[in-house]
């Protein structure tokens, strides 16, 4: 965790974050006008945005797609880490060798017995 964000208020990290928006757009040459028909929005929502007024998680997604900069949510993303219990257990589930299973052999044994 980056301490020095620690020490920002919400509004001051929301106006970071606007502003990298803003940076990326002029990174990339494209005008706000450009932004906002690639984006679906109103191009006074884009100046907003990047004057540091707070945005919708909707818009914001449609901002980073019009950047094609979708890839930064990826930070967002649950890793999910399995147990090594339950890894163990699966593992002992696994054939361990080719051929009929007990289940089948079973089977086909009651239905010897059958006939």
């Given at each position: 965790m980056d301490l020095h964000l620690l020490a920002k208020s919400d509004l001051e990290i929301v106006m970071i974050i606007c502003q990298?928006?803003?940076q990326m757009r002029i990174?990339?040459?494209i005008s706000q006008q450009e932004i906002a028909e690639r984006s679906g929005l109103d191009r006074?929502?884009?100046?907003?945005m990047e004057s540091g007024k707070s945005v919708s998680l909707l818009?914001?997604?449609?901002?980073?797609?019009?950047?094609d900069m979708l890839e930064v949510i990826n930070v967002f993303k649950a890793y999910h880490i399995e147990s090594p219990i339950k890894?163990?257990?699966e593992e002992e589930k696994k054939r361990k060798r080719a051929g009929k299973s007990k289940k089948?052999?079973?089977?086909?044994?009651?239905?010897?017995?059958?006939?």
């Open positions: 990298a928006l803003k990174n990339k040459n006074t929502t884009i100046s907003r818009t914001l997604v449609q901002i980073l797609r019009a950047l890894l163990l257990k089948t052999l079973k089977k086909q044994s009651k239905e010897d017995v059958e006939w």
